[in-house]
């Protein structure tokens, strides 16, 4: 069936792979069973090839909220969308609220209300939290921010709702656990920092480091023992070429518009590393 054009990602995130989708789907398998994305973050190569059957995943709690309320009460969200407004005193208040022990009695419609709204109205749509898990990216002065994108929102919402798509809130191995030889899974982990300088890892509490990349590669060794293909992105940095070295890796130019410092957002060198011809 032709894919619905209207699907796209309802989120900016860091690291986002719209830029490097016809890169990505070069080098994609053929494949008859689930599609995995344990790291979804904004989803585009999930929109972009609208699988029927899937399991997503991602470690932040408040981004699975968002796609499992998109995809139960999209409705509901839309109308609580459009309270709010673009103004530098309330996005601090609607940003503030993660520090108030009130916060966990928020309904999960107004949770993912927050994200979206401060995701359209944040600096460079980053959405970074403080080692507590505390959004703290600051006010963005767009003059018009597209805070309730309801066309977009529907769409992805049919198609979470007309496919077999399974929203899970893992860690990245945890979500493999089903994984057989006929699943085909997608890898778009926070990358390795090509400097000291360019580390970021601020969207998820934590962060994640080095011996994660390399418990990310075991994960691939296992998969490859299992017969499962997988694709990953990450940075063309000496590390990873390292960790990967047995398998097949593709340099790709990809555009990065997210970056705290203008002079870095532009056409950087990255990886895309795979287990299959």
């Not at 699907?7 to 792979?17: A, E, H």
Request: hydrophobic share 35%; net charge positive.
């Amino acid at each position: 069936m032709p894919k619905n054009k209207l699907v796209n990602p309802f989120v900016k995130w860091v690291g986002g792979k719209r830029q490097l989708l016809p890169e990505i789907k070069k080098y994609l398998p053929k494949f008859k069973g689930k599609y995995y994305e344990p790291f979804v973050g904004g989803g585009a190569v999930l929109f972009a090839l609208q699988p029927k059957n899937a399991v997503v995943n991602d470690i932040n709690e408040e981004l699975i909220n968002v796609y499992s309320v998109v995809k139960n009460n999209v409705e509901h969200l839309i109308e609580d969308l459009k309270k709010h407004i673009n103004e530098p005193d309330y996005f601090y208040e609607i940003r503030g609220l993660d520090r108030l022990p009130e916060f966990e009695k928020i309904s999960k419609i107004e949770r993912a209300s927050r994200i979206l709204y401060l995701n359209k109205t944040c600096y460079n749509g980053l959405y970074r939290v403080n080692n507590s898990g505390e959004f703290n990216a600051p006010f963005g002065r767009y003059k018009n921010p597209n805070i309730v994108n309801e066309i977009t929102l529907r769409a992805v919402s049919k198609y979470l709702n007309e496919n077999e798509i399974n929203i899970v809130n893992q860690n990245f191995k945890d979500s493999l656990s089903n994984v057989s030889e006929k699943d085909f899974v997608y890898f778009d982990p926070p990358y390795d920092p090509v400097s000291k300088s360019s580390n970021f890892t601020g969207y998820s509490q934590g962060g994640f480091n080095m011996y994660e990349q390399i418990e990310l590669r075991k994960q691939c060794d296992l998969l490859h023992e299992k017969g499962v293909c997988f694709l990953l992105s990450n940075s063309y940095t000496p590390f990873i070429l390292e960790q990967y070295k047995d398998y097949k890796i593709e340099e790709v130019l990809a555009g990065r518009a997210i970056n705290s410092v203008a002079s870095k957002r532009g056409q950087v060198k990255e990886v895309l590393i795979r287990n299959y011809d």
